[in-house]
């Protein structure tokens, strides 16, 4: 069983900040990457930003500049400073933890609960 808790999020004005985390636990071998994710009401699923067990981030171009995705390894969590919030950021912001396994399927994608972010104008 893999866990993951995720915190964070609320209420702010536009021109603000939040800091989401996210803590994963249990039977987690290999981490290929953790991430961000968010569904606006009548939206699909869109990234939000990722980053791989290298390293190596990857951002949506709305968010590129204002957000910062950071992993801290020992812990297996990953965190998204948001800055500069908009009112188009108001979502709900699920953690995305992409793991190897050794029973098929070998990739596999563990989700959170999500978190609302809600950016006032």
């Known amino acids: 069983q893999v866990h993951l808790v995720e915190s964070g999020g609320g209420l702010v004005q536009a021109g603000g900040s939040l800091r989401l985390s996210c803590e994963a636990s249990?039977?987690?071998?290999?981490?290929?990457?953790m991430g961000w994710y968010r569904q606006a009401p009548g939206k699909q699923r869109e990234l939000v930003a990722d980053i791989t067990s290298g390293g190596t981030t990857n951002y949506a171009d709305s968010v590129k500049g204002r957000f910062t995705i950071s992993r801290d390894s020992a812990k297996n969590t990953v965190f998204l400073q948001m800055n500069s919030l908009k009112p188009e950021d108001t979502a709900v912001y699920y953690c995305?933890?992409?793991?190897?396994?050794?029973?098929?399927?070998?990739?596999?994608?563990?989700w959170g609960q999500g978190t609302q972010v809600t950016v006032s104008s």
């Open positions: 995305n933890l992409n793991v190897w396994r050794p029973i098929l399927p070998r990739e596999y994608d563990y």
């Open positions: 249990g039977s987690i071998l290999r981490i290929n990457s």
